[in-house]
């Protein structure tokens, strides 16, 4: 990067004001060499613009959602997101209405799919350093939108997990725990601990199982399903069941990567028999409260 030692423009007051924002670090240094780098965009300052446009969106969407995930909005969490994207705004020349684009993803019921989508859109055409730089910048905002009101609850932790198997940043290889599954102990611990678990647990599961009852899976297939319900079958993985919502975290990990892989298996036939399942212990819920 070329700097100036122009006695002018040093002393000019956009540049006092840039340094003073880079001096109080608000806007978040991780995020400037995507646009600032030559190997962004090839010099190509029309491509450049619109890229740094669909990561502004693409910021916005992933803390909103993110911010959402545990159904209440806290006013620390919104100010942690309005403060990064405009300081990204200002920074990148944008010159984009940073609360009315807060205020149209907000209004939205965003998903996990919705944010995923939108991430891989953006990563298109970037080499694979590039695409790690990016989805660590994105996970490090992340983690600040929510820790920003000093809790993180259990909803933002099994998304934001989902979201990093999703996108390839971790993974849990479950196909080893298949020795662990039988039906038996899974009708048994299901049986046992459903509430305790939650209705998305408990339903991931359930698609899992019934999706393993068509004969025309593959053999692979079912050793990832297999995997992914013994791993939830684990003996010591009990111990912190008596604590309700604790303990089920990496489960609901699990079963939501495989859900992912054999999404194609998920017949209506297959969401009919899970739901039914779910009504004999839970009663009357929230179908909203399934979407994986």
Same mark, same amino acid.
């Given at each position: 990067?070329? /700097?100036?030692?122009?006695?002018?423009?040093?002393?000019?007051?956009?540049?006092?004001?840039?340094?003073?924002?880079?001096?109080?670090?608000?806007?978040?240094?991780?995020?400037?060499?995507?646009?600032?780098?030559?190997?962004?965009?090839?010099?190509?300052?029309?491509?450049?613009?619109?890229?740094?446009?669909?990561?502004?969106? +693409?910021?916005?969407?992933?803390?909103?959602?993110?911010?959402?995930?545990?159904?209440?909005?806290?006013?620390?969490?919104?100010?942690?997101?309005?403060?990064?994207?405009?300081?990204?705004?200002?920074?990148?020349?944008?010159?984009?209405?940073?609360?009315?684009?807060?205020?149209?993803?907000?209004?939205?019921?965003?998903?996990?799919?919705?944010?995923?989508?939108?991430?891989?859109?953006?990563?298109?055409?970037? %080499?694979?350093?590039?695409?790690?730089? +990016?989805?660590?910048?994105?996970?490090?905002?992340?983690? %600040? &939108?929510?820790?920003?009101?000093?809790?993180?609850?259990?909803?933002?932790?099994?998304?934001?997990?989902?979201?990093?198997?999703?996108?390839?940043?971790? $993974?849990?290889?479950?196909?080893?725990?298949?020795?662990?599954? $039988?039906?038996?102990?899974?009708?048994?611990?299901?049986?046992?601990?459903?509430?305790?678990?939650?209705?998305?647990? &408990?339903?991931?599961?359930?698609?899992?199982?019934?999706?393993?009852?068509?004969?025309?899976?593959?053999?692979?297939?079912? &050793?990832?399903?297999?995997?992914?319900?013994?791993?939830?079958?684990?003996?010591?993985?009990?111990?912190?069941?008596? /604590?309700?919502? /604790?303990?089920?975290?990496?489960?609901?990990?699990?079963?939501?990567?495989?859900?992912?892989?054999?999404?194609?298996?998920?017949?209506?036939?297959?969401?009919?028999?899970?739901?039914?399942? +779910?009504?004999?212990?839970?009663?009357?819920?929230?179908?909203?409260?399934?979407?994986?």
């Amino acid at each position: 990067m070329k /700097i100036s030692h122009d006695p002018e423009k040093q002393g000019s007051e956009s540049h006092r004001k840039k340094k003073e924002r880079n001096h109080r670090g608000r806007f978040p240094n991780y995020l400037l060499p995507f646009g600032k780098r030559p190997f962004f965009g090839a010099g190509n300052e029309s491509y450049m613009d619109n890229k740094n446009k669909e990561l502004l969106i +693409l910021m916005a969407k992933t803390g909103i959602f993110f911010a959402q995930a545990d159904g209440q909005v806290d006013k620390k969490e919104r100010e942690a997101i309005s403060a990064f994207l405009d300081n990204m705004n200002d920074e990148m020349d944008l010159m984009e209405d940073v609360p009315a684009l807060m205020n149209r993803y907000f209004s939205q019921n965003l998903s996990l799919d919705d944010v995923v989508a939108a991430t891989n859109r953006y990563l298109e055409g970037y %080499n694979e350093f590039e695409r790690k730089s +990016l989805l660590n910048s994105v996970s490090r905002f992340i983690e %600040n &939108v929510i820790s920003a009101d000093g809790v993180k609850s259990l909803e933002e932790k099994q998304f934001y997990l989902g979201w990093q198997q999703r996108l390839g940043l971790v $993974s849990i290889d479950v196909s080893k725990y298949q020795q662990n599954y $039988s039906e038996d102990d899974f009708w048994r611990k299901l049986g046992k601990c459903a509430k305790k678990a939650g209705l998305k647990v &408990v339903y991931s599961a359930l698609l899992l199982y019934y999706v393993s009852t068509d004969k025309s899976i593959p053999g692979n297939i079912k &050793v990832a399903i297999f995997g992914a319900l013994g791993y939830l079958i684990l003996p010591m993985d009990l111990l912190p069941d008596f /604590i309700p919502g /604790i303990g089920f975290a990496d489960d609901l990990g699990a079963l939501l990567a495989v859900c992912s892989l054999v999404k194609g298996h998920i017949t209506p036939e297959v969401e009919k028999k899970a739901k039914a399942k +779910l009504s004999d212990w839970f009663g009357v819920f929230d179908e909203k409260d399934l979407v994986l």
